[in-house]
């Protein structure tokens, strides 16, 4: 209430420095009208160019270019109002042109060019403005014009001594009524873009306009009421520009400059409150922090609560929190990100799961550091994902059944049948192994996941890493004739030979995963008639497998290469397989890398030797 008064105060203010303004002229009219209408012009010019001045300065600061267009506009409108004072009737500048014409040919013109540019105008709050081609266009049309009034005096006549107006300025000033009346309709539609108060002004300002206009169509006399009435009208008209434009360009910036940025923040606020996802930012140095509504609803925290690090950390639960200080000490000695879930009983004892990630931001310029993060409720998410577990174990446990007998069956046939030739025997034995190797993918999946939770121990066998590799190649035949690529191991550099071996600890079946997913994805980017390499070596007693294809990695993927569901360019890619494959050559406390460049891409895996390899609970 009291924000209003000082408003009111401010506003009653304004307008007794009007009517004072507009007192003095008009008093100073009824004794020197020339007087008069040169202070009343030259009150104009320097709005006009004030309002120039302003554009032109802080153009590279808006948003949109509707102020700069207004500006370069103006330039030109007060050259023309300057022109006009000069060559009003009386003024004897001019004294080889008619006074009481030159005047409104120069008022006409002046106008012409203003209500043509305010129509305009809000056409540059979506598109953007060249102002080299603006200045040479309104140049121009200004030098046109000028030419005609001063040099070939081909203007029409706007005034008569004999007749008064001619009918050329009666019907001019009509068609810039409209033109003005276009322009409070187009700036109507675009009222959602500007500040309420600065789109009430210049509304304001061009009825005050439009005014103006109707008094300089019914003036019989230069010097008559109807034209005191029209110069006291855009007055007033210039005046709300002022205050429209160059009051809120200086005196209240990040109205206007900054407009779209605050609204802008509301939206993400909104979306943030949409999301339950709430973001705080803290300066260790002095223990400051802010953070934004949604984290008082997360936490649970009344609305008056002051923001703190020492509040924010006793929200968390006991037992998290030493966790959090440790996690953040981490952060501001190495710049390590970090996240942290948490749980949270709300007052009606319902159980809510809270994720908070945290990162560093580069350092003030007093040298301090910034850490942001966020808070996410994620108890929607936690829910899913413990559905789709139970429904993936579900799964597991019904596929199991119908396997059975595809597994058991061909080896009773084995077992039981004598009169089976060798090639039946090689076929049944096929069906039986792929249901093995089916049952064992099952079994693969959940521990995948596993891995993925940090929960699974590997367990590891000694076994020939070659053998696993021609496995993996022979499973692979049909998908590479598909692609026409063909496929080549070698060991130390030259093609692998019978009964050669590379000796290896691990997992095997979970290697196997590993190295079909990349060699299919090596053949799958192949072009049609290339080949894959495959290259074993043994370094130091550690093995390392280079997988070589000939094609790039997308730029756009290159960095993301084994995050979660990444993929490009396949119809039915999940982006999983070399996420599983990360996930398998970590948990075996190996590397696994990518090269790519210059027409080929080279993934290497390195695997610690039998002897290092120890036994890990996830990674």
């Given amino acids: 209430m009291v924000r209003g008064l000082l408003l009111s105060s401010h506003t009653f203010q304004r307008a007794l420095i009007q009517v004072f303004i507009l007192g003095t002229l008009i008093y100073v009219a009824q004794f020197n009208y020339l007087l008069f209408h040169t202070l009343a012009e030259l009150y104009g010019i320097v709005i006009a160019c004030g309002i120039f001045i302003i ?47 030159l005047g409104p040919q120069l008022w006409i013109a002046t106008r012409l060019i203003e209500a043509c540019s305010l129509l305009a105008a809000p056409f540059f709050i979506r598109h953007r403005l060249h102002s080299g081609t603006m200045f040479f266009l309104y140049g121009s049309l200004s030098a046109f014009l000028l030419w ?18 001619t009918p050329f300025k009666v019907t001019t000033e009509y068609l810039i009524i409209g033109l003005l009346i276009g322009a409070i309709l187009v700036l109507r539609r675009y009222r959602h873009t500007l500040d309420r108060q600065t789109y009430r002004l210049l509304h304001t300002s061009l009825g005050f306009t439009i005014l103006s206009e109707f008094c ?56 943030q409150e949409a999301a339950r996802v709430g973001s705080w930012t803290l300066t260790p140095d002095n223990g400051r922090m802010l953070w934004t509504d ?65 990162g560093k931001k580069e350092e003030t310029k007093a040298g301090q550091q910034t850490i942001a993060g966020i808070l996410k409720d994620i108890t929607e998410m ?94 692979q035949k049909e998908l590479a004739r598909q692609y026409g690529v063909t496929c080549e191991l070698r060991l130390n550099g030259t093609p692998t030979e019978k009964g050669e071996r590379l000796p290896c600890r691990g997992e095997r079946l979970l290697l196997y995963t590993l190295f079909a997913n990349l060699i299919g994805n090596a053949i799958e980017a ?15 007693g550690s093995p390392t497998i280079s997988i070589r294809n000939r094609g790039d990695i997308p730029k756009e993927i290159r960095r993301r290469f084994f ?25 075996h406390n190996g590397m696994i890398g990518i090269i790519t460049g210059s027409g080929n891409t080279v993934l ?15 990674f």
Avoid at 148 to 159: G, L
Avoid at 526 to 540: K, R, T
Avoid at 604 to 618: H, M
Wanted: hydrophobic share 40%; charged share 20%.
């Fill in 563 to 587: 995050d979660k569901y990444v993929t490009a360019g396949k119809s039915r890619g999940t982006g999983l397989g070399t996420y599983s494959a990360m996930l398998v050559a970590k948990a």
């Fill in 604 to 618: 290497t895996i390195t695997l610690p030797s039998a002897d290092e390899i120890q036994q890990v609970s996830g």
């Fill in 294 to 358: 949604e984290i008082y609803r997360l936490l649970e925290l009344p609305n008056e609560t002051p923001t703190s690090w020492t509040i924010f950390a006793s929200a968390l639960p006991q037992e998290n929190r030493g966790e959090l200080i440790q996690k953040m000490a981490t952060l501001r000695r190495k710049g390590d990100a970090f996240s942290l879930e948490f749980s949270l009983t709300s007052h009606n004892g319902e159980q809510r799961h809270i994720l908070l990630k945290a």
């Fill in 148 to 165: 005609c009034i001063f040099t070939r005096r081909s203007f029409p006549a706007c005034f008569t001594l004999e007749a008064g107006l």
């Fill in 382 to 475: 936690v829910a899913a994902e413990r559905l789709r577990e139970d429904d993936s174990r579900i799964t597991h446990h019904d596929l199991r059944a119908p396997l059975g007998p595809i597994v058991s069956i061909p080896q009773m046939i084995l077992d039981e049948g004598e009169n089976l030739t060798d090639e039946q025997r090689d076929l049944i034995k096929v069906i039986h192994h792929s249901g093995l190797k089916v049952l064992a993918m099952l079994h693969n999946s959940l521990t995948l996941y596993k891995i993925e939770q940090g929960s699974y121990t590997i367990k590891a066998d000694d076994f020939d890493l070659l053998l696993l590799l021609r496995e993996v190649l022979h499973d």
């Fill in 216 to 271: 300089f169509a019914l003036y019989l006399d230069q010097y008559d009421a109807s034209n005191l009435a029209g110069h006291c009208a855009k007055i007033i008209s210039h005046t709300l520009i002022y205050y429209a434009i160059i009051r809120t360009a200086i005196q209240k910036p990040f109205d206007l400059l900054f407009y779209d940025l605050k609204s802008r923040q509301e939206a993400l606020l909104s979306a």
């Fill in 526 to 540: 192949s072009p049609f008639g290339e080949s894959v390499h495959i290259d074993a070596l043994l370094c130091d």
């Fill in 55 to 101: 554009a032109w300065t802080a153009r590279q600061r808006y948003q949109n270019d509707y102020l700069l267009f207004v500006g370069v506009a103006y330039l030109f409108v007060a050259i023309f109002d300057t022109l006009h004072a000069f060559g009003f009737q009386g003024m004897m500048i001019f004294p080889d042109l008619p006074g009481h014409d």
